[in-house]
C-alpha cells in the first residue's frame, strides 16, 4: 500500500521558518516528480513548488518564490518544504504529491496524496 505521510507543521509567529517532510512508503519515487499543494479555509487546492525526479529541475508558485525550498532525498523517499519568512497568508492544510501524470507540475495531476499537515502562521 502506497502512502505518503506528512510531518512538520504547527504554528509559528510571521516571520518564522517551518520545514515540512513528506515521507513515502509502498513503493520508491526516485523516478517520479513530486510536489507540494496547499489548501486554506474555503480555498481551492493550490500549487505550491514541485520538483522533478532527480531534484533538477523546480518550479514555485510567485506567491512563494523566493521564501520557499523544495528538495528531495531519494535515498530516503522523502521530499522536504522549507518555508521561510512565514506569512499569516500562508495558513493553511499543506499537502504532498507525487508521481505526477500532467503536464504541467502547477495542475492537481498527481497519483498519489498525502492526508496533510496544518502550517498555522500568526501575525
Known amino acids: 500500500q502506497v502512502q505518503l505521510v506528512e510531518s512538520g507543521g504547527g504554528l509559528v509567529q510571521a516571520g518564522g521558518s517551518l520545514r515540512l517532510s513528506c515521507a513515502a512508503s509502498?513503493?520508491?519515487?526516485?523516478?517520479?516528480?513530486m510536489g507540494w499543494f496547499r489548501q486554506a479555509p474555503g480555498k481551492e487546492r493550490e500549487f505550491v513548488a514541485g520538483?522533478?525526479?532527480?531534484?533538477?529541475?523546480?518550479v514555485y508558485a510567485d506567491a512563494v518564490k523566493g521564501r520557499f525550498t523544495i528538495s528531495r532525498d531519494n535515498a530516503k523517499n522523502t521530499v522536504y518544504l522549507q518555508m521561510n519568512s512565514l506569512k499569516p497568508e500562508d495558513t493553511a492544510v499543506y499537502y504532498c504529491?507525487?508521481?505526477?501524470?500532467?503536464?504541467?507540475?502547477?495542475?492537481?495531476?498527481?497519483?498519489?496524496w498525502g492526508q496533510g499537515t496544518q502550517v498555522t502562521v500568526s501575525s
Open positions: 520538483i522533478s525526479w532527480s531534484g533538477g529541475s523546480t
Open positions: 509502498g513503493r520508491t519515487f526516485s523516478n517520479n516528480d
Open positions: 504529491a507525487a508521481d505526477r501524470w500532467g503536464s504541467s507540475p502547477r495542475r492537481a495531476e498527481y497519483l498519489y
